[in-house]
Protein backbone atom coordinates (compact mmCIF):
# COMPACT_ATOMS: atom_id res chain seq x y z
CA UNK A 1 0.00 0.00 0.00
CA UNK A 2 1.46 3.23 -1.24
CA UNK A 3 0.60 6.58 1.12
CA UNK A 4 -0.99 9.16 -0.79
CA UNK A 5 1.16 12.23 -1.96
CA UNK A 6 0.47 15.71 -0.65
CA UNK A 7 0.07 18.54 -2.61
CA UNK A 8 2.10 18.89 -5.27
CA UNK A 9 2.70 22.89 -4.43
CA UNK A 10 3.32 21.86 -0.70
CA UNK A 11 6.57 20.32 -1.41
CA UNK A 12 8.10 23.35 -2.63
CA UNK A 13 8.40 24.81 -0.10
CA UNK A 14 9.94 24.42 3.70
CA UNK A 15 8.48 25.65 6.96
CA UNK A 16 9.25 28.86 8.67
CA UNK A 17 11.76 27.97 11.64
CA UNK A 18 14.20 29.19 13.81
CA UNK A 19 17.59 27.63 15.23
CA UNK A 20 17.20 25.63 18.56
CA UNK A 21 21.08 25.58 19.60
CA UNK A 22 21.56 25.13 23.14
CA UNK A 23 23.53 28.53 24.28
CA UNK A 24 23.26 31.05 27.07
CA UNK A 25 22.37 34.21 25.58
CA UNK A 26 19.06 33.71 22.63
CA UNK A 27 18.64 36.89 20.15
CA UNK A 28 17.43 34.97 17.61
CA UNK A 29 13.35 35.11 17.65
CA UNK A 30 12.41 38.91 18.84
CA UNK A 31 11.15 37.69 21.80
CA UNK A 32 10.30 39.38 24.88
CA UNK A 33 13.86 39.47 27.50
CA UNK A 34 11.51 39.15 30.76
CA UNK A 35 8.77 37.18 31.92
CA UNK A 36 5.41 38.71 32.18
CA UNK A 37 4.29 40.57 35.43
CA UNK A 38 4.57 38.94 38.93
CA UNK A 39 0.50 40.84 39.03
CA UNK A 40 -0.14 38.92 35.17
CA UNK A 41 0.95 35.35 36.62
CA UNK A 42 -1.26 35.69 39.76
CA UNK A 43 -4.53 37.12 38.06
CA UNK A 44 -4.23 34.59 35.30
CA UNK A 45 -4.16 31.80 38.12
CA UNK A 46 -6.96 33.17 39.35
CA UNK A 47 -9.19 33.72 36.09
CA UNK A 48 -7.62 29.55 35.94
CA UNK A 49 -9.61 28.45 38.62
CA UNK A 50 -12.81 29.82 37.27
CA UNK A 51 -12.34 28.00 34.27
CA UNK A 52 -15.18 25.12 33.07
CA UNK A 53 -12.80 23.15 31.20
CA UNK A 54 -15.63 20.85 30.48
CA UNK A 55 -17.54 23.64 28.54
CA UNK A 56 -16.41 24.77 25.03
CA UNK A 57 -14.79 27.92 25.20
CA UNK A 58 -16.37 31.39 24.13
CA UNK A 59 -17.03 30.69 20.38
CA UNK A 60 -16.70 34.83 19.95
CA UNK A 61 -14.06 35.55 21.99
CA UNK A 62 -16.70 38.04 23.98
CA UNK A 63 -14.83 39.42 26.78
CA UNK A 64 -11.13 39.13 24.91
CA UNK A 65 -12.30 42.04 22.04
CA UNK A 66 -14.14 43.68 24.24
CA UNK A 67 -11.07 44.44 26.23
CA UNK A 68 -8.69 45.07 22.81
CA UNK A 69 -11.67 47.30 21.26
CA UNK A 70 -10.99 49.30 24.62
CA UNK A 71 -7.74 49.46 24.83
CA UNK A 72 -7.58 51.03 21.22
CA UNK A 73 -10.52 53.00 21.22
CA UNK A 74 -12.50 50.93 18.28
CA UNK A 75 -15.43 48.51 18.95
CA UNK A 76 -15.25 44.75 19.58
CA UNK A 77 -16.94 44.57 16.31
CA UNK A 78 -13.85 45.67 14.37
CA UNK A 79 -11.53 43.11 16.27
CA UNK A 80 -10.81 39.70 14.97
CA UNK A 81 -9.00 36.87 17.99
CA UNK A 82 -6.53 33.70 16.85
CA UNK A 83 -3.88 31.72 17.75
CA UNK A 84 -0.79 34.33 17.39
CA UNK A 85 -0.40 36.62 14.56
CA UNK A 86 0.13 33.98 11.87
CA UNK A 87 -3.14 32.49 11.91
CA UNK A 88 -4.42 35.81 11.39
CA UNK A 89 -2.45 36.06 7.90
CA UNK A 90 -3.60 32.62 7.57
CA UNK A 91 -7.76 33.88 8.01
CA UNK A 92 -6.93 36.38 5.76
CA UNK A 93 -5.20 34.35 3.00
CA UNK A 94 -8.13 31.73 3.20
CA UNK A 95 -10.98 34.09 3.34
CA UNK A 96 -9.43 36.74 0.63
CA UNK A 97 -6.62 34.66 -0.97
CA UNK A 98 -6.89 30.81 -3.26
CA UNK A 99 -6.25 29.80 -6.38
CA UNK A 100 -6.87 32.57 -8.81
CA UNK A 101 -5.88 35.51 -6.36
CA UNK A 102 -2.83 36.61 -5.47
CA UNK A 103 -1.22 38.37 -2.46
CA UNK A 104 1.35 41.49 -2.94
CA UNK A 105 5.02 42.00 -0.80
CA UNK A 106 7.99 43.32 -1.12
CA UNK A 107 11.07 41.68 -0.20
CA UNK A 108 12.83 41.62 2.25
CA UNK A 109 10.19 40.91 4.37
CA UNK A 110 8.50 39.01 6.92
CA UNK A 111 8.81 34.97 4.89
CA UNK A 112 5.52 33.73 6.55
CA UNK A 113 3.49 36.10 4.51
CA UNK A 114 4.55 34.96 1.57
CA UNK A 115 4.72 31.19 3.21
CA UNK A 116 1.40 31.34 4.32
CA UNK A 117 -0.14 32.79 0.74
CA UNK A 118 1.70 29.66 -0.83
CA UNK A 119 -0.13 27.06 1.44
CA UNK A 120 -3.43 28.46 0.68
CA UNK A 121 -3.05 28.46 -2.76
CA UNK A 122 -2.40 32.04 -3.12
CA UNK A 123 -0.01 33.34 -5.77
CA UNK A 124 2.75 35.94 -4.89
CA UNK A 125 3.63 38.66 -6.49
CA UNK A 126 6.99 39.96 -5.11
CA UNK A 127 8.16 43.48 -4.94
CA UNK A 128 11.60 44.57 -4.71
CA UNK A 129 12.39 47.19 -1.67
CA UNK A 130 15.44 49.59 -2.50
CA UNK A 131 19.18 49.15 -1.30
CA UNK A 132 18.07 50.93 1.95
CA UNK A 133 15.32 49.01 2.38
CA UNK A 134 12.76 51.39 1.55
CA UNK A 135 9.96 51.34 -0.72
CA UNK A 136 9.78 52.93 -3.90
CA UNK A 137 5.87 53.96 -3.75
CA UNK A 138 6.58 54.17 -8.11
CA UNK A 139 7.54 50.20 -8.22
CA UNK A 140 4.52 49.66 -5.74
CA UNK A 141 2.02 51.55 -7.95
CA UNK A 142 3.99 48.84 -10.89
CA UNK A 143 3.10 45.94 -9.19
CA UNK A 144 -0.65 46.32 -7.85
CA UNK A 145 -1.63 47.60 -11.12
CA UNK A 146 0.41 44.84 -13.09
CA UNK A 147 -0.92 41.98 -10.38
CA UNK A 148 -3.95 43.28 -9.28
CA UNK A 149 -3.51 41.72 -5.31
CA UNK A 150 -6.10 41.00 -3.74
CA UNK A 151 -3.77 41.44 -0.34
CA UNK A 152 -1.31 43.65 -0.10
CA UNK A 153 0.87 43.11 3.15
CA UNK A 154 2.84 45.99 4.74
CA UNK A 155 5.03 44.94 7.84
CA UNK A 156 5.84 48.00 9.82
CA UNK A 157 7.87 47.57 11.57
CA UNK A 158 9.53 45.62 8.75
CA UNK A 159 10.96 42.20 9.49
CA UNK A 160 13.69 41.63 9.47
CA UNK A 161 14.91 45.11 8.52
CA UNK A 162 13.37 47.00 11.80
CA UNK A 163 12.46 49.92 9.32
CA UNK A 164 8.91 51.54 9.79
CA UNK A 165 6.89 52.84 7.02
CA UNK A 166 5.65 56.68 7.90
CA UNK A 167 1.90 57.61 7.42
CA UNK A 168 2.16 58.87 3.53
CA UNK A 169 3.44 56.04 2.32
CA UNK A 170 1.24 53.92 3.96
CA UNK A 171 -1.74 56.20 2.92
CA UNK A 172 -0.26 56.07 -0.52
CA UNK A 173 -0.53 52.28 -0.56
CA UNK A 174 -3.96 52.19 0.52
CA UNK A 175 -4.51 54.48 -2.08
CA UNK A 176 -2.97 52.86 -4.83
CA UNK A 177 -4.07 49.18 -3.72
CA UNK A 178 -6.84 47.05 -5.58
CA UNK A 179 -7.88 44.83 -2.65
CA UNK A 180 -6.93 44.92 0.79
CA UNK A 181 -3.74 46.70 2.69
CA UNK A 182 -2.55 44.69 5.31
CA UNK A 183 -0.53 46.08 7.60
CA UNK A 184 1.38 43.79 10.04
CA UNK A 185 2.43 45.99 13.49
CA UNK A 186 3.94 42.76 15.10
CA UNK A 187 6.81 45.21 16.64
CA UNK A 188 4.36 48.02 16.33
CA UNK A 189 4.61 48.80 20.66
CA UNK A 190 7.86 50.09 19.67
CA UNK A 191 7.23 51.91 16.52
CA UNK A 192 7.10 55.97 16.24
CA UNK A 193 3.24 55.86 14.95
CA UNK A 194 0.68 53.54 14.48
CA UNK A 195 -1.41 52.62 11.09
CA UNK A 196 -4.20 51.85 13.75
CA UNK A 197 -4.89 55.67 13.40
CA UNK A 198 -6.36 55.08 9.84
CA UNK A 199 -8.28 51.95 10.68
CA UNK A 200 -11.96 52.69 9.34
CA UNK A 201 -15.06 50.75 8.07
CA UNK A 202 -15.25 52.69 5.04
CA UNK A 203 -11.29 51.69 4.22
CA UNK A 204 -9.81 48.61 3.04
CA UNK A 205 -7.06 48.64 5.54
CA UNK A 206 -6.82 45.80 8.83
CA UNK A 207 -3.79 45.95 11.24
CA UNK A 208 -2.50 42.78 13.24
CA UNK A 209 -1.05 42.81 16.23
CA UNK A 210 0.23 40.33 18.61
CA UNK A 211 0.80 39.53 22.42
CA UNK A 212 3.92 37.86 21.98
CA UNK A 213 6.86 40.84 21.81
CA UNK A 214 5.90 43.71 24.69
CA UNK A 215 2.90 41.85 26.59
CA UNK A 216 5.78 38.53 26.93
CA UNK A 217 3.35 36.14 26.23
CA UNK A 218 4.78 34.68 22.76
CA UNK A 219 4.27 31.14 24.68
CA UNK A 220 0.21 32.20 24.55
CA UNK A 221 0.19 32.26 20.74
CA UNK A 222 -2.03 35.13 21.11
CA UNK A 223 -2.52 37.77 18.10
CA UNK A 224 -5.28 39.92 16.53
CA UNK A 225 -6.70 42.45 13.77
CA UNK A 226 -7.83 45.21 14.01
CA UNK A 227 -10.02 46.46 10.69
CA UNK A 228 -13.55 46.83 9.55
CA UNK A 229 -16.68 45.19 10.55
CA UNK A 230 -17.50 43.92 7.43
CA UNK A 231 -14.04 42.60 7.31
CA UNK A 232 -13.85 40.82 11.03
CA UNK A 233 -17.09 39.23 9.56
CA UNK A 234 -15.52 37.37 6.99
CA UNK A 235 -12.53 36.13 8.71
CA UNK A 236 -15.03 34.56 11.45
CA UNK A 237 -16.87 32.81 8.62
CA UNK A 238 -13.07 30.72 8.42
CA UNK A 239 -11.92 30.34 11.59
CA UNK A 240 -12.56 26.96 13.13
CA UNK A 241 -15.31 26.47 15.42
CA UNK A 242 -13.99 27.36 19.35
CA UNK A 243 -10.15 27.93 17.81
CA UNK A 244 -9.39 30.25 20.54
CA UNK A 245 -9.00 28.57 23.88
CA UNK A 246 -10.79 29.94 27.30
CA UNK A 247 -7.12 29.94 28.65
CA UNK A 248 -5.83 32.05 26.01
CA UNK A 249 -8.33 34.39 25.82
CA UNK A 250 -8.55 35.14 29.67
CA UNK A 251 -4.52 35.59 29.56
CA UNK A 252 -4.65 38.05 26.77
CA UNK A 253 -7.83 40.31 28.90
CA UNK A 254 -5.66 39.99 32.09
CA UNK A 255 -2.63 41.27 30.34
CA UNK A 256 -4.29 44.56 28.96
CA UNK A 257 -4.40 45.63 33.00
CA UNK A 258 -1.11 45.42 32.84
CA UNK A 259 -0.16 48.32 30.26
CA UNK A 260 1.50 50.31 31.98
CA UNK A 261 4.07 47.80 32.71
CA UNK A 262 4.30 47.13 28.82
CA UNK A 263 5.12 50.81 28.44
CA UNK A 264 8.36 50.84 30.56
CA UNK A 265 9.22 47.59 28.88
CA UNK A 266 9.03 48.99 25.82
CA UNK A 267 11.04 52.05 27.36
CA UNK A 268 13.64 49.64 28.42
CA UNK A 269 14.03 48.24 24.90
CA UNK A 270 14.40 51.41 23.01
CA UNK A 271 16.95 52.52 25.11
CA UNK A 272 18.95 49.50 25.03
CA UNK A 273 18.21 49.21 21.50
CA UNK A 274 19.95 52.97 21.16
CA UNK A 275 22.96 51.51 23.13
CA UNK A 276 23.36 48.77 21.15
CA UNK A 277 23.63 50.50 17.82
CA UNK A 278 26.09 52.69 18.86
CA UNK A 279 28.21 50.35 20.22
CA UNK A 280 27.67 47.88 16.72
CA UNK A 281 28.57 51.50 15.09
CA UNK A 282 31.71 51.61 17.38
CA UNK A 283 32.70 48.59 16.03
CA UNK A 284 32.68 49.58 12.17
CA UNK A 285 29.21 47.42 12.09
CA UNK A 286 26.88 48.53 9.48
CA UNK A 287 23.17 48.77 10.81
CA UNK A 288 20.03 49.76 9.54
CA UNK A 289 17.37 52.17 11.37
CA UNK A 290 15.56 49.72 13.57
CA UNK A 291 11.76 50.85 15.74
CA UNK A 292 11.35 47.51 16.72
CA UNK A 293 13.10 45.12 19.68
CA UNK A 294 15.78 44.14 16.54
CA UNK A 295 18.42 45.33 14.59
CA UNK A 296 20.09 43.81 11.64
CA UNK A 297 23.68 44.49 11.20
CA UNK A 298 26.52 43.40 8.77
CA UNK A 299 30.18 43.35 9.81
CA UNK A 300 32.90 44.35 7.80
CA UNK A 301 34.26 40.64 8.29
CA UNK A 302 33.58 37.78 7.39
CA UNK A 303 30.35 36.57 5.94
CA UNK A 304 27.21 36.14 8.27
CA UNK A 305 27.27 32.30 8.48
CA UNK A 306 30.73 32.59 9.71
CA UNK A 307 30.08 35.82 12.32
CA UNK A 308 26.99 33.51 13.54
CA UNK A 309 29.29 30.57 14.30
CA UNK A 310 31.32 32.86 15.81
CA UNK A 311 28.40 33.85 18.17
CA UNK A 312 27.40 30.53 18.85
CA UNK A 313 30.84 29.45 19.89
CA UNK A 314 30.70 32.06 22.86
CA UNK A 315 27.18 30.53 23.45
CA UNK A 316 24.95 33.44 21.81
CA UNK A 317 22.84 33.16 19.04
CA UNK A 318 21.19 35.33 16.68
CA UNK A 319 19.50 35.21 13.65
CA UNK A 320 21.47 34.15 10.61
CA UNK A 321 19.71 36.05 7.58
CA UNK A 322 22.79 36.14 5.36
CA UNK A 323 21.44 33.42 3.29
CA UNK A 324 18.16 35.46 2.66
CA UNK A 325 17.49 37.43 -0.61
CA UNK A 326 18.65 40.95 -0.45
CA UNK A 327 20.45 40.03 2.77
CA UNK A 328 23.93 38.99 1.85
CA UNK A 329 26.24 39.03 5.20
CA UNK A 330 23.41 40.29 7.33
CA UNK A 331 22.16 38.95 10.86
CA UNK A 332 19.55 40.28 13.29
CA UNK A 333 20.08 40.48 16.64
CA UNK A 334 17.01 41.02 19.24
CA UNK A 335 17.67 43.52 22.03
CA UNK A 336 18.19 41.77 25.33
CA UNK A 337 18.46 42.46 28.78
CA UNK A 338 21.40 44.83 29.43
CA UNK A 339 23.18 41.67 30.28
CA UNK A 340 22.77 39.79 27.43
CA UNK A 341 23.45 42.64 25.09
CA UNK A 342 26.75 43.08 26.96
CA UNK A 343 27.35 39.30 26.57
CA UNK A 344 26.55 39.96 22.27
CA UNK A 345 28.50 42.85 22.57
CA UNK A 346 31.43 41.27 24.01
CA UNK A 347 31.09 37.71 22.10
CA UNK A 348 30.83 40.08 18.57
CA UNK A 349 34.33 41.99 18.96
CA UNK A 350 36.09 39.08 20.04
CA UNK A 351 34.62 37.36 16.68
CA UNK A 352 35.92 40.11 14.86
CA UNK A 353 39.07 40.46 16.84
CA UNK A 354 39.78 36.61 15.45
CA UNK A 355 39.53 37.47 11.76
Known amino acids: MTLPQPREALGLREGYHSAQVDVSVRLNTNESPLPPPPGWLEAVSEELREIPFNRYPD???????????????????????????????????????????????????????????????????????LDDFSLD????????????????????????????????????VIEAAPGLVIVDEAYGQFADWSALTLVDDSRPLVVIRTFSKTW?????????????????????????????????????????????????????????????????????????????????????????????KGLVDRSVLVRDTSSWRGLAGCLRVTIGTPAENDAFLNALKETLDER
Request: net charge neutral; glycine share 8%; charged share 20%.
Open 216 to 308: SMAAARLGYLVGPEEVVQVLERVALPYHLDAFKQAAGRVALRFASEMEERVGLIVRERRRVVAALEGLGVTTWPSQSNFVLFRTPRGDGAEIW
Open 137 to 172: LDQVRDLLQAASPALTFLCSPNNPTGMAENLSTVEA
Open 59 to 129: RSATALREAIARFHGVRASQVFCANGSNEVIQSLCLAYGGVGRSVGVFEPTYALHSHIAHLTGTAVAEGQR
